[in-house]
């Protein structure tokens, strides 16, 4: 399958996003043809069971290119999206005498790309990096875009920063050797996508559940590249989320507190966004935005693809304490993407005990 190039052209820095290469044989390519020629300093960070499956492919790939990367592990797991392993990572730079000019890549999921990029991003002010991502959620959503961080106690992605990455290099053979617990927890992403903005992929999803769930190759390009260009094109008219890219949150506002509440420890990122997407959908329906149709469809798409639509057993103080320190939360107020129909949401105030409504028919006690 040849590769596809989506462009994410912004008003500073212009990047591209290669949907389909493959790692062992065009990435080390491709991060020459952004790095210029020279000696550029390299380093690979990923965790330790990514690189038994892609880490000498990467390597091997940035030596043929002509780079002498080195490769920092840091641990697998949201519970250690944290401030220590990024000072981790500084300590590797600093000891290399990596400059202004070295380049990171950042070769796994979402905590791997946020914390490479947050270290990218702050280290001597600045270097550059490249996302090469090896899930669902990463290869639609947080490998794109620029958004960088470390989680926090109180609250899911609290210390971060936007900084855009040089390349975002997406190989969908890799999700072949996801668990199937993660990589059915990464088809959220792409269902939110279809609610936000797309309702051929919402459709395409709802007729080819068990294609995706198989991992059929054409049906996962599909969704990847659609969800892809949707996040791009979204980006390019808000980078840093003072608008339209709000509505990239669908599903977030609760499903970060899920994740908060239950330490990162107990469910998915996916899998929280699942529920979250429930919970906003139950809420527009409630107040008038959205019809039954559209919240039983998505309830139908998210459990046929074997996704959580229920609320776990939580504290309902807890949940509502860390939903009011939510980094969208205004003037006191908590924001929610609201669904009004398949491709369609707004953004929205939503009362405390609309919000709780929502919450108790979704199994919160």
């Excluded at 996003?17 to 020459?32: C, L, N």
């Excluded at 959205?290 to 309830?299: F, G, K, L, T």
Aim: with cysteine; proline share 4%.
């Amino acid at each position: 399958m040849r590769a596809l190039r989506i462009p994410l052209d912004l008003s500073e820095k212009r990047y591209n996003i290669i949907v389909g290469g493959r790692i062992d044989s065009r990435f080390g390519k491709a991060v020459r043809q952004i790095a210029g020629d020279g000696d550029v300093k390299v380093c690979v960070v990923t965790h330790p069971r990514i690189e038994r499956l892609y880490g000498g492919a990467i390597v091997t790939s940035l030596k043929q290119a002509g780079f002498s990367p080195s490769l920092f592990r840091i641990p697998e797991g949201e519970q250690h999206k944290q401030l220590l392993q990024v000072e981790r990572i500084y300590d590797h730079l600093i000891l290399h005498r990596f400059e202004r000019s070295s380049l990171l890549v950042a070769l796994g999921g979402g905590v791997i790309g946020d914390m490479t990029g947050f270290a990218a991003a702050t280290f001597l002010r600045g270097v550059s990096y490249v996302q090469c991502p090896t899930t669902v959620v990463a290869q639609v959503d947080a490998a794109i875009g620029g958004k960088t961080g470390v989680d926090h106690p109180k609250g899911k992605n609290l210390i971060g920063a936007f900084h855009q990455p040089s390349l975002v290099f997406i190989d969908p053979t890799t999700l072949k050797t996801l668990p199937k617990r993660e990589f059915v927890a990464g088809l959220a992403e792409i269902v939110k996508y279809g609610v936000i903005f797309d309702p051929k992929l919402f459709h395409f999803m709802e007729r080819n559940p068990e294609a995706i769930l198989n991992r059929d190759e054409k049906s996962l390009f599909y969704c990847i590249k659609r969800s892809v260009a949707i996040k791009a094109a979204i980006v390019v008219k808000d980078e840093r989320e003072s608008g339209l890219r709000k509505i990239l949150n669908y599903g977030h506002t609760l499903g970060h507190a899920i994740e908060t509440v239950t330490g990162y420890r107990h469910y998915k990122h996916g899998e929280a966004i699942s529920v979250g997407m429930m919970a906003a959908a139950t809420m527009a329906h409630r107040l008038g935005i959205c019809s039954d149709d559209m919240v039983i469809r998505q309830a139908r798409l998210l459990t046929r693809l074997g996704l959580p639509t229920r609320l776990p057993q939580l504290d309902q103080a807890e949940v509502m304490w860390v939903l009011a320190s939510d980094k969208k939360v205004v003037g006191g107020n908590i924001h929610f993407v609201l669904p009004e129909s398949i491709g369609s949401v707004r953004v929205q105030k939503v009362e405390e005990q609309a919000i709780l409504a929502a919450l108790k028919e979704l199994g919160l006690n």
